[in-house]
């Protein structure tokens, strides 16, 4: 299971609605409630195109 670093995450924001995202552990993506999408992380890497997100 990968973590993200939390300066990581404090610095990412969605790319559709320029707001904060959370990490869920249980599916290793990164989400943004206002937009209601789910980003994956491969290998680490949180895949920020909007294109490779999950509606949630």
Known sequence: MTTVDKKLLDILVCPV???PLSYNE???ELFCKES???YP???G???MLPEKARKI
Do not use: M, Q, R
């Open 17 to 19: 609605s320029k707001k």
């Open 26 to 28: 249980e599916t290793n």
């Open 36 to 38: 209601g999408l789910a």
């Open 41 to 43: 992380i491969n290998d």
């Open 45 to 47: 890497i949180p895949v």
